[in-house]
């Protein structure tokens, strides 16, 4: 009888750590799923985060005019304009190269992350997608 009980509970024990482990394991997305999610998820943290970053270091070094500049462009943070996701191609608009292409990369990052969660399929790089920074990223921001 205590070897059933004992059976028992460790069987019991079992299930509950493997729920447990595939609890903290992601579920991988669809492409679909992904590409949604991630053009949400990276147009709000342009919004709150790298547009803003943008701003400030865009127009750190002038002179005129400087806090004006940045309030306007910090005002252009919308997801219709400054934080509008553009594709590969060129469509980079001049003044704002340097948040397109990281937006760009993020998205593309975040959409790796959330189709490949542990990295075990595609050997995606494991850095979270809100810290990856293109190399004309870190040239502006200066890090």
Same mark, same amino acid.
């Given at each position: 009888?205590?070897?059933?009980? *004992?059976?028992?509970? &460790? =069987?019991?024990?079992?299930? $509950?750590?493997? $729920?447990?482990?595939?609890?903290?394991?992601?579920?991988?997305?669809?492409?679909?799923? +992904?590409?949604?999610?991630?053009?949400? /998820?990276?147009?709000?943290?342009?919004?709150? =985060?790298?547009?803003?970053?943008?701003?400030?270091?865009?127009? +750190?070094?002038?002179?005129?005019?400087?806090?004006?500049?940045?309030?306007?462009?910090?005002?252009?943070?919308?997801?219709?304009?400054?934080?509008? *996701?553009?594709?590969? !191609?060129?469509? /980079?608009?001049?003044?704002?190269?340097? *948040? /397109?292409?990281?937006?760009?990369?993020? *998205?593309? &990052?975040?959409?790796?992350?959330?189709?490949?969660?542990? !990295?075990?399929?595609? $050997?995606?790089?494991?850095?979270?997608?809100?810290?990856?920074?293109?190399?004309?990223?870190?040239?502006?921001?200066?890090?």
């Amino acid at each position: 009888m205590i070897n059933k009980i *004992l059976c028992l509970s &460790a =069987v019991s024990l079992s299930i $509950g750590l493997a $729920g447990a482990l595939n609890a903290t394991t992601p579920k991988a997305l669809t492409i679909r799923e +992904a590409t949604r999610k991630c053009e949400q /998820d990276v147009t709000q943290h342009c919004k709150t =985060v790298t547009c803003s970053q943008f701003c400030e270091a865009a127009f +750190a070094n002038r002179r005129a005019n400087k806090e004006a500049l940045i309030t306007k462009c910090k005002g252009e943070c919308t997801p219709q304009n400054r934080c509008k *996701l553009k594709p590969l !191609g060129g469509n /980079d608009d001049p003044q704002n190269r340097e *948040l /397109d292409a990281q937006n760009r990369d993020q *998205l593309i &990052a975040c959409i790796a992350q959330m189709r490949d969660p542990t !990295g075990e399929k595609t $050997g995606r790089r494991m850095e979270d997608w809100k810290d990856l920074k293109t190399p004309s990223w870190r040239k502006l921001i200066g890090g």
